[in-house]
């Protein structure tokens, strides 16, 4: 049984950091695209980070969250990385991660209804 799990959420004032971590279990998912998604009240789940596990690529990065949030993984543990600075109020929001049987890259954009996995979400509140 395929289970993502995130961790790492939390409250911070602006200005701050977290980093999220997603542990993929249940299969071997180096040929997977591997995303970072948030979704705040009342508005579309958003795709920011994406990273092929396979490696080879450059991970793709939304506008809103670029130059701030670094995406990585560590496959001897079988996890992702959301790396997340100079955090704003705008970015509150439940990230999760997901995981769809595709190649990605830098220019390729997430498509939510491409991802096949997805974790439960963790809570990520930026206070002003």
């Known amino acids: 049984q395929v289970q993502l799990v995130e961790s790492g959420g939390g409250s911070v004032q602006a200005g701050g950091s977290l980093r999220l971590s997603c542990e993929v279990s249940?299969?071997?998912?180096?040929?997977?695209?591997m995303g970072w998604f948030r979704q705040a009240p009342g508005k579309e789940r958003e795709g920011v980070a994406g990273?092929?596990?396979?490696?080879?690529?450059?991970?793709y990065y939304a506008d809103s969250v670029k130059g701030r949030f670094t995406m990585s993984q560590d496959n001897a543990k079988d996890t992702v990385y959301l790396q997340m600075t100079s955090l704003k109020p705008e970015d509150t929001a439940m990230y999760f991660c997901?995981?769809?049987?595709?190649?990605?890259?830098?220019?390729?954009?997430?498509?939510?209804?491409?991802?096949?996995?997805w974790g439960q979400g963790t809570q990520v509140t930026v206070s002003s």
């Open positions: 997901a995981a769809a049987l595709l190649y990605c890259s830098a220019t390729s954009p997430l498509v939510r209804e491409d991802f096949d996995y």
């Open positions: 990273l092929y596990a396979g490696g080879g690529s450059s991970a």
């Open positions: 249940g299969y071997a998912h180096r040929d997977t695209c």
